[in-house]
């Protein structure tokens, strides 16, 4: 492996490891559990995509049962960081909302990380913008894999 790839690797983990610490961070101020964590960045991530979570879905997502699933969506609920909607004509069909409160809390916390980024991204020209987002759709999409082997693997019975 060539010098700078291994660079680059090396950032990747560690700034995967500092994102780590400040989601614990930020978790730990709002009382939250590191899963619930998770939980609200995944509806967010969502609602941003224009493509809102079920209870089910964001249970796939998170690797949790049904009954962890809606342990976790209550515990947010209450806190005012999310919120249950029936916008389907099958009103048996529950989508999941950010929260106001916990929005606003959440930009409280991450702006001065938000600031920063955008001035390491001014720094950069938009073809160089658009080469790093390629990347790193890349690289996610090559650990997204990784993970989903993983839980395929640890689904499956013994031989």
């Known amino acids: 492996m060539s010098d700078?790839?291994?660079?680059?690797?090396?950032?990747l983990r560690l700034y995967s490891i500092e994102a780590q610490r400040v989601a614990h961070d930020f978790a730990g101020q709002q009382g939250l559990h590191f899963t619930d964590l998770q939980a609200l960045i995944a509806v967010m991530h969502a609602e941003r995509r224009g493509t809102p979570l079920t209870p089910g879905r964001l249970g796939e997502t998170l690797g949790l049962s049904s009954g962890a699933t809606t342990a976790v969506i209550d515990r947010l609920e209450r806190a005012g960081h999310l919120r249950r909607t029936?916008?389907?004509?099958?009103?048996r069909v529950v989508h999941l909302r950010y929260g106001e409160p916990g929005m606003e809390l959440a930009t409280a916390f991450?702006?001065?990380?938000?600031?920063r980024s955008q001035a390491v991204m001014d720094e950069f020209s938009a073809d160089e913008l658009d080469t790093v987002r390629r990347f790193m759709s890349g690289m996610l999409e090559a650990i997204t894999e990784r993970h989903q082997e993983l839980r395929t693997r640890a689904q499956d019975p013994p031989a």
């Not at 029936?86 to 009103?91: L, V």
């Not at 991450?110 to 600031?115: A, I, S, T, Y």
């Open 86 to 91: 029936r916008e389907s004509s099958d009103r």
């Open 110 to 115: 991450f702006r001065p990380l938000g600031v």
């Open 4 to 11: 700078v790839r291994r660079d680059v690797v090396d950032l």
